[in-house]
C-alpha cells in the first residue's frame, strides 16, 4: 500500500508525517508507553519530594505569624510553600515570633 504525499502549505500534518509516525509505532509499539511511564514517575517522585520538604506550619506556628500573614500575605493562597515566601521576603518587618518560625521552616 502506498500513501499519498501532499504538501503542507498551511502547517498542517502531511500524510508522509503521518505515516512516518505510524510507521514508528508499529517498529517500536512500548517507546511511547515507556517514556509516558518513566515521566509519570518521574513527575510522582518530585511532588513527593516537594511535599516533604515544604512542611506545613503548626498551629502554634500559625499562631505566631497570624499577624504578620493578616497584614503582607493577606492574598497569598496556602500551600507549596507560598507562604513562607511571602513572609521571606517581609522578614525585616515581621513579628520576633513570625521571624523564629521563619527560621526554623527554613533550616
Do not use: W
Amino acid at each position: 500500500m502506498r500513501l499519498s504525499i501532499s504538501a503542507s502549505r498551511n502547517g498542517k500534518i502531511t500524510d508522509a508525517a503521518a505515516a512516518s509516525s505510524f510507521a514508528r509505532l508499529l517498529v517500536h509499539p512500548n517507546k511511547d508507553f515507556t517514556m509516558r511511564t518513566i515521566l509519570l514517575v518521574a513527575a510522582l517522585m518530585v511532588a513527593s519530594l516537594t511535599a516533604t520538604v515544604a512542611q506545613d506550619f503548626t498551629a502554634e506556628q500559625r499562631a505566631a505569624c497570624k499577624g504578620d500573614y493578616n497584614k503582607f500575605c493577606r492574598g497569598t493562597a496556602p500551600g507549596g510553600g507560598r507562604v513562607l515566601a511571602c513572609l521571606s521576603k517581609q522578614y525585616a518587618q515581621l513579628g520576633d515570633a513570625c521571624k523564629k518560625v521563619v527560621d526554623a521552616q527554613k533550616g
